[in-house]
């Protein structure tokens, strides 16, 4: 028998991941209706937006309105965004966002290059922005890119992977995203590094995030399941890509991830249907086809009950 969990959290990262690759940007109404759909379909995860500065990222310039717009949500319910610095953290202050997320490169020579410091030491500067994400009462999480290979250096060390975590729990942040922003990992590394990790540091809590860039993204959710994982991005449609990454894809497809695993007997809590619905309205609002198999195939449910007809 394989070793599953019976239940799984999703992440709907489309709104950020998604859109911020996009050339036509949603209106922010357009984007504030997607958020409801996505909070009606189930989810309990979202990741909103970014703090990054307007001019380098104006796919997210809006961030901060859609969390003052947003007006009552579910208290279950967890809209989070992305921050680079202090000023992201005053940003979510600003707008009532409760819950953002730090990002480092877990690549070395990225990380020197682009930053001019050791991922260890870009983690320890973040120490500020938890001191002020605590005083304002606003959960923080952080993010680890390239934990499996990154495109300029191959396999990412272990060791590496460990030095970063530690810089983290260092700092006080305990919930920690592994992200394989440039979809080069492979199911027994994914399942070797979560196993390890889940062991070695008991005390964090754990996503991941998998882009679909070489077909594998699926497969290493399953590896990571079988390593004890439950909680995982995805975007709808399989909307997404990366700046930074030659010919990176977007992250796995919300509606393929959470159809196999209503098929597995894995609970999700997220209605599909109703994310295919957002996805075929924003098919329409970029004007291109989207990166989802459930999406062109519909669910193996549906095949049986058109036949029963
Ligand atoms: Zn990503």
Not at 253 to 266: F, K, P, Q, R
Request: charged share 25%.
């Amino acid at each position: 028998m394989m070793n599953l969990p019976e239940k799984v959290s999703i992440c709907e990262v489309g709104l950020r991941d998604g859109l911020q690759n996009e050339k036509v940007i949603p209106s922010t109404d357009e984007k504030l209706a997607l958020l409801r759909g996505f909070i009606d379909a189930g989810y309990k995860v979202i990741e909103v937006g970014s703090f990054m500065h307007p001019k380098k990222v104006p796919q997210m310039a809006d961030t901060d309105e859609i969390f003052k717009r947003i007006g009552e949500i579910p208290e279950d319910v967890e809209l989070r965004a992305l921050i680079p610095n202090t000023r992201g953290v005053q940003r979510a202050i600003d707008c009532g966002c409760k819950k953002v997320k730090l990002n480092v490169s877990a690549s070395r020579m990225h990380n020197l290059k682009n930053l001019n410091r050791t991922p260890e030491e870009s983690v320890a500067g973040f120490a500020d922005c938890v001191k002020m994400a605590n005083e304002n009462n606003i959960a923080i999480s952080g993010s680890i890119s390239m934990p499996f290979a990154s495109p300029w250096e191959g396999r990412t060390p272990v060791e590496d992977v460990d030095a970063i975590i530690e810089a983290y729990l260092k700092v006080g942040i305990d919930e920690i995203s592994l992200s394989d922003a440039s979809g080069q990992a492979v199911p027994n590394q994914v399942y070797d590094l979560c196993k390890h990790v889940r062991e070695k540091y008991p005390q964090a809590s754990w996503w991941l995030h998998f882009h679909n860039t070489r077909g594998a993204a699926m497969a290493n959710i399953l590896a990571a399941m079988q390593a004890g994982m439950t909680r995982f991005d995805a975007s709808f449609g399989g909307l997404g890509g990366c700046p930074f990454v030659p010919g990176a894809a977007g992250n796995i497809s919300s509606e393929d991830v959470i159809n196999m695993l209503d098929e597995m007997g894995i609970t999700t809590g997220v209605d599909v249907l109703k994310v295919m619905e957002m996805s075929r309205k924003v098919s329409d609002l970029l004007g291109h086809g989207l990166d989802s198999y459930v999406l062109r195939a519909g669910r193996s449910k549906d095949l049986i009950a058109s036949q029963a007809e």
